[in-house]
């Protein structure tokens, strides 16, 4: 073993021309430790970062950048799993937060990003796209009570065509808007009626028609759900 001092801080292990190379520890200035494989005087192949914050991050390096498969624990308890590039998460990874949320799919820059599944702590499950870390495209949400919302989103936000189920039978076919029944949709009740025309914010709202298990129609305008 040897020892070098560096203006970042100090080396202990293996050197080859006066650079670290194969195993080695660095104990940097500012109190984050490495441990592990170097080529070339960079971090490269398998490692472990302690860092200043308390954060330890356990996998693969390229070029002095976390890089291949590894393990995140962040100090406030929450864990990636998965793929990096560029010392962020990126690729494919499991996100574990610290409230027992979970998100386990697509990576890219550190956000979630392309397709993934995200599992809420009250029982709801979401699967579908993302984009920047909001839900974005196409994707379907599950209540724990059983209500199902196959759809449309717009940052993070039900937004375009979609089908929503409820718990008791009914289904919404049509346009949504800020996560609400908007512009033009079929209603479906569970009693074999129907209504077919405009809402606004989950409420008939325009012109429509209303559709009875009877057979009789009812065409015209409505204001506030009446």
Request: overall charge positive; glycine content about 16%; proline content about 0%.
């Amino acid at each position: 073993m040897e020892i070098k001092n560096y203006s970042d801080g100090r080396y202990e292990g293996q050197l080859y021309n006066n650079k670290r190379q194969g195993f080695g520890k660095f104990y940097y200035i500012n109190g984050t430790i490495y441990i592990g494989n170097w080529n070339n005087d960079v971090r490269e192949g398998k490692g472990k970062e302690t860092i200043y914050n308390n954060d330890i991050y356990e996998g693969e390096y390229i070029k002095d950048k976390r890089d291949g498969k590894g393990i995140y624990h962040y100090h406030n308890g929450e864990k990636y799993e998965g793929e990096f590039k560029n010392d962020l998460p990126h690729g494919k990874g499991i996100y574990y937060f610290n409230n027992n949320d979970k998100y386990e799919g697509d990576f890219k820059n550190g956000n979630n990003d392309g397709k993934g599944i995200y599992y809420y702590n009250n029982g709801d499950k979401f699967i579908g796209e993302y984009k920047n870390g909001l839900k974005e495209g196409k994707g379907i949400y599950y209540y724990n009570d059983g209500r199902i919302y196959d759809g449309q989103y717009i940052n993070d936000v039900i937004e375009g065509k979609g089908t929503f189920y409820g718990k008791n039978g009914d289904i919404y076919v049509g346009n949504f808007k800020n996560n609400m029944f908007n512009e033009h949709g079929i209603y479906y009740y569970n009693n074999g009626k129907k209504f077919e025309g405009q809402f606004k914010n989950n409420k008939k709202e325009g012109k429509g028609i209303f559709y009875y298990n009877n057979g009789n129609i009812y065409e015209g305008f409505w204001k506030n759900n009446k």
